[in-house]
């Protein structure tokens, strides 16, 4: 029986979760929602803005009852507003019940809504909300008029089918596949991610952030194609994705190399990785190389203590391999401006340090004359979206190592 519990809780846990999601993908371009908020989902998108409260028991009737207490509770935060004659959120109650469903009458009536869902027992006392809080009839009516019970709810298999068409409607080129495989799994862990946040800012999300976060089918395929044939053909195709062009000589870009070391730095490793993508990713020096044709790739190390990078930038200085990290002097400030510069001859940096996560934004605004392109290396999770510049082209790239972009170029 306890097992039967828990696993109705949880279905009633991920059936609010779809309706989030549902409610989401059906929103305006500009909505937003609060998981968990005042009520389970709340709502942002102009004249349809609600407080939305899910119920799901798949195997009982309903009864006034299991709703009584988010009505009151729903009746108090519009009172605590003043009851306000023009007041635009909703409030509105989802759920789906075995059966009982005919014994809420509607359209709701004053009598209806006091004697079922405002008046309740405790300790023997009588209470009568809308008395206590002094609720006038006309404000019991705007109540009434912005109070929407839904008992008629699709089952949970209905409304997980209604979410697969959404995201085939919504993301180009998604297919029925593809929508179970791919984006729901996907969009299900961005809305758990946001619901254990203890902030209630943290657990607002817009459509389009949340679209965006769907929208990572590539991750996912990247993740099972290397669990599938392995570190060799990953890399392989690492390479002929991303590192593969069409003319001899590799095409001068802006590319930065964002490398999770977390756990796995070592120092000799470190530094001939990153000689050999200096030496890789770098513009091949000629005797009449014009200094327009000049470049070389960038790198933010992740998860490297201050020590560990210094000691980093020192092997590579005392093996006489070029880098700049944007500092011009002991002591100085970061400059975005001296780092983008393109190497001379006089300089011929290999390699150019960005030295944190903070700094990526702006050492992006700070490139002009190139196109600019972001290879996440990731082992857990990439860059979050508040931390890769806005309009970039951000390739997340999952990792097997920190090492990984040595073995997709010797690939």
């Not at 989401?24 to 909505?31: I, K, T």
């Not at 298999?157 to 995201?167: D, P, R």
């Not at 991750?219 to 003319?247: C, E, P, V």
């Not at 770098?282 to 009449?288: A, D, G, N, P």
Request: net charge neutral; with cysteine; glycine share 4%.
């Amino acid at each position: 029986m306890k097992d039967r519990s828990a696993t109705a809780t949880i279905k009633g846990y991920f059936y609010q979760f779809d309706q989030t999601i549902v409610r989401l993908l059906e929103a305006s371009a500009n909505a937003s929602v609060t998981v968990e908020g005042i009520e389970d989902v709340d709502l942002n998108d102009g004249s349809e803005s609600a407080f939305v409260q899910c119920k799901y028991y798949e195997g009982t009737e309903y009864n006034h009852s299991v709703i009584k207490e988010a009505v009151i509770h729903m009746l108090r935060h519009f009172h605590a507003a003043g009851c306000p004659s023009n007041q635009v959120f909703k409030y509105r109650l989802y759920g789906h019940y075995k059966s009982g469903q005919h014994k809420l009458v509607t359209p709701l009536t004053e009598a209806f809504l006091k004697d079922n869902f405002l008046t309740y027992t405790h300790e023997k006392v009588e209470h009568k909300v809308h008395e206590e809080c002094s609720i006038t009839p006309a404000q019991l009516t705007s109540f009434i008029g912005l109070l929407d019970i839904d008992v008629n709810a699709p089952s949970y298999e209905e409304q997980q089918k209604k979410i697969v068409q959404l995201l085939i409607n919504e993301i180009s080129g998604c297919s029925d596949a593809d929508a179970k495989i791919f984006y729901y799994p996907n969009a299900i862990n961005v809305i758990q991610s946001l619901a254990v946040e203890a902030d209630e800012e943290k657990r607002k999300i817009t459509r389009v952030r949340f679209i965006k976060a769907t929208n990572r089918k590539e991750m996912i395929f990247s993740h099972w194609l290397l669990q599938k044939f392995g570190a060799d053909y990953y890399a392989k195709m690492t390479r002929k994705k991303f590192f593969k062009f069409t003319t001899p000589k590799m095409p001068k870009a802006s590319r930065i190399f964002v490398i999770d070391m977390q756990g796995e730095y070592e120092i000799h490793k470190a530094a001939g990785m990153l000689k050999k993508l200096g030496d890789f990713f770098s513009h091949k020096e000629l005797v009449r190389t014009p200094p327009q044709d000049r470049f070389c790739p960038y790198v933010l190390l992740r998860g490297l203590a201050s020590n560990e990078l210094i000691e980093l930038k020192t092997n590579l200085w005392k093996q006489g391999i070029l880098f700049y990290d944007g500092y011009p002097f002991q002591g100085a400030d970061f400059s975005e401006t001296l780092l983008v510069a393109d190497p001379t001859k006089e300089n011929l940096w290999r390699v150019k340090f960005i030295p944190s996560e903070d700094k990526l934004a702006s050492t992006v605004d700070a490139i002009s004359g190139s196109v600019i392109e972001i290879y996440d290396l990731y082992k857990t999770a990439p860059l979050g979206d508040a931390l890769v510049p806005k309009g970039s082209s951000h390739q997340p790239i999952k990792s097997s190592s920190s090492y990984f972009i040595q073995e997709v170029i010797q690939a």
